[in-house]
C-alpha cells in the first residue's frame, strides 16, 4: 500500500507542478507587459506635459492676481472716490466681490494713506483650503495724495496639492525606469516563491489526506486476506462518512452475509446427517418392535397350558406384559418422532397475511386459551411466502414451550406469553416472548442441535424442526434471552418480505 500511497503523492505533485509552472512564465510575461506599458514613453512624455502645464497654469494665476491688483490701482471710481471713506468702502466692497470666484478670492483688502479703509474678507476663506498671495500697488489722488492699495488674494490648495502628486506621479515613474529590470525579476521571484510555498503546502496536505485513507484502504485489503483464508467473524472499523466508509460498510455486510450463510449451510449439514441418522435408527428399532409384542402375547395365551403355578406364572407374566407394553408404546412414540424428523414434508409456500394468519392460529388454539396469549400485530398488511400448515407446526411448538417455561417456573399464567408481527426492513418479524425464567447462557448455542433438550421427556427434535422449517422458507430463527434480570425468552421469526 506504500506504493500506492506514492503513486497518488507523486500524481498530487505532478498535478500541482505543472499549472505552477505555467502560471510562472504566465505571471512573468504579464510582469514585464505591465510594466512595460505603464513605462511607454507616450505615457511619460504625456506625464511630463501634464506637470509643465500645471506648473504654467499656477505662474498664470499668480501673473492674474498682480494684473488684478494693478488693474484695481487704476480703477477710475477707486480713484476718483479717495477722500471719501464711505465711497472708497463700496467700490472695495464691490471689487472685491466681483474678484472672487471658484479659483479665487479675495480675502484682505484696504487703501491706506491719510485715512485708512479696510474691506477684510479672510473669514470667508479657511487657511487650510486656500493659500493666500499678497499685492501693494501706489495710488495718487486727484488733489495729488498719495494712497497705497494693498491687497491679499487666495487660490485654492488644491491646485498646489495636485501639482505636487502629479510630479510624485512623475518622479516614481522615472524611478520605475530606471529599475525596470529588477522590478520585472522581483514580482516574477515572489509570485514563484508564493507558488512553491503553496506547493509545498498542497503537497505535505495531499500527503496527509492520501495516507489517511490508503490507510483505510490497507486496512480493507488485510480484511479481505483474513476472510479469504475462513476467518467470517473479522469485522472492519467504519471510519468517518465517505465513500470509503460506505465501502468498508458494504464490506461488512457482505462478511455478515457470508457468515449467516456458512452458519446455515453448515446447520442444514448438520441437519441432513442426523436426519440419515435418525432413518437408520427408526429402521433398527422397528423391526424388534413386533416380535417382542407377539411373543409376549402368545406368552399369556399359553399360560395355562404351561405353568405350574398358574395364578402366581399368570400374575408375573401380567405385569411382563404390562411394563413391554408401555416401553413398546415408549419406543413407537420415539420412533414416530425419528420418523417426522427424517421425513420432512417439502415447503410448499403461497402468499399470506401474516397478520390474519397468526390470529388465526392462536383462535384456533384453545390449548393455549389459559395462558390468555396477548397478540400485538398492528399496523398495516404484511405478506410473506408460507407453508400455512408447517408454520403452524412451528408457531404451535414455540407457543408451547413458552407455555411451559411459564408452567415450569411455577408463574401465574395469565399474559405469561406475547406475540407480536411486525415489519423489519425487508422482513416480517414474528416474535414469541414469554416471562419464564429464561435460558442458561450454556444452553443458548445449543437450542437448535438436534437431540439437545432439557425436558425430562423431550426428544430434543422440536426446535431443529422449528429451525430447518424456517430456513426452507427464505428466514431465519433467533434466540434471546434473558430479556431482563426477571428472566423471559424471545424467539424471533424473520422471513422475507412480499412488497
Same mark, same amino acid.
Given at each position: ?92 466692497? !464691490?471689487?472685491?466681490? !466681483? ?19 479696510? $474691506? ?21 489722488? !486727484? ?10 488674494? $487666495? ?69 479481505? !486476506? $483474513? ?204 416474535? $414469541? ?67
Amino acid at each position: 500500500m506504500n506504493r500506492f500511497l506514492w503513486k497518488v503523492v507523486s500524481l498530487m505533485m505532478l498535478v500541482a507542478v505543472i499549472p505552477v509552472g505555467i502560471g510562472v512564465i504566465v505571471v512573468d510575461q504579464l510582469v514585464q507587459e505591465t510594466v512595460a506599458i505603464g513605462l511607454d514613453d507616450r505615457v511619460k512624455g504625456s506625464l511630463a506635459r501634464s506637470t509643465e502645464v500645471y506648473r504654467n497654469y499656477i505662474s498664470l494665476r499668480r501673473e492674474a492676481i498682480g494684473l488684478w491688483v494693478t488693474a484695481l490701482a487704476h480703477d477710475e471710481a477707486l480713484v476718483a472716490a479717495l477722500g471719501n471713506d464711505r465711497k472708497v468702502r463700496e467700490v472695495l466692497a !464691490a471689487r472685491a466681490q !466681483a474678484g472672487s470666484g471658484e479659483h479665487q478670492g479675495v480675502a484682505y483688502l484696504s487703501v491706506e494713506g491719510p485715512a485708512k479703509i479696510v $474691506v477684510d474678507r479672510s473669514g470667508s476663506y479657511p487657511e487650510a483650503q486656500w493659500r493666500g498671495r499678497e499685492a501693494t500697488r501706489t495710488l495718487r489722488g !486727484a488733489d495729488g495724495t498719495e494712497w497705497t492699495l494693498r491687497a491679499t488674494v $487666495v487660490v485654492p490648495w488644491s491646485l498646489f496639492h495636485d501639482y505636487q502628486a502629479l510630479g510624485g506621479v512623475q518622479e516614481t515613474f522615472e524611478n520605475m525606469d530606471a529599475r525596470q529590470a529588477s522590478l520585472s525579476g522581483a514580482y516574477s521571484r515572489a509570485f514563484v516563491a508564493s507558488s512553491l510555498g503553496a506547493l509545498l503546502l498542497a503537497v505535505l496536505l495531499g500527503v496527509l489526506l492520501a495516507r489517511g485513507t490508503t490507510g483505510r484502504l490497507a486496512r480493507l485489503h488485510a480484511a479481505t !486476506a $483474513v476472510v479469504a483464508a475462513g476467518d467470517l467473524d473479522h469485522e472492519v472499523a467504519v471510519r468517518g462518512s465517505d465513500e470509503i466508509a460506505d465501502l468498508t460498510r458494504a464490506f461488512n455486510g457482505m462478511v455478515g452475509e457470508l457468515r449467516q450463510s456458512r452458519d446455515r449451510v453448515a446447520y442444514l449439514e448438520r441437519v441432513s446427517a442426523w436426519q440419515e441418522i435418525a432413518r437408520r435408527l427408526a429402521h433398527e428399532i422397528k423391526n424388534p418392535l413386533t416380535p417382542i409384542l407377539l411373543a409376549v402375547q402368545q406368552l399369556d395365551r399359553k399360560f395355562d397350558a404351561y405353568a405350574e403355578d398358574p395364578p402366581r406364572y399368570r400374575s408375573l407374566v401380567s405385569d411382563s406384559l404390562e411394563i413391554v407394553t408401555e416401553e413398546v408404546g415408549a419406543l413407537r412414540r420415539l420412533v414416530q418422532e425419528f420418523r417426522d424428523f427424517a421425513r420432512l414434508p417439502r415447503v410448499e409456500p403461497e402468499p399470506v397475511e401474516v397478520r390474519r394468519y397468526v390470529a388465526d392460529f392462536l383462535k384456533t388454539s384453545p390449548q393455549f386459551a389459559e395462558y390468555v396469549v396477548a397478540f400485538d400485530a398492528e399496523g398495516a398488511e404484511l405478506v410473506a411466502d408460507v407453508d400455512t400448515t408447517l408454520m403452524r407446526r412451528c408457531l404451535d411448538n414455540l407457543v408451547q414451550n413458552a407455555a411451559h417455561a411459564v408452567d415450569g417456573a411455577g408463574l401465574p399464567r395469565a399474559g405469561s406469553v406475547c406475540v407480536r408481527v411486525s415489519r423489519q426492513g425487508d422482513e416480517v418479524a414474528i416474535q $414469541v416472548e414469554d416471562s419464564g425464567p429464561g435460558i442458561a447462557p450454556e444452553n443458548l448455542a445449543l437450542l437448535f442441535q438436534p437431540y439437545f433438550t432439557t425436558k425430562g421427556d423431550g426428544t430434543g427434535l422440536g426446535l431443529p424442526i422449528v429451525r430447518k422449517t424456517v430456513i426452507d422458507h427464505g428466514g431465519d430463527i433467533t434466540v434471546q434471552s434473558p430479556l431482563s434480570e426477571d428472566g423471559g425468552t424471545r424467539f424471533e421469526i424473520r422471513l422475507p418480505a412480499i412488497g
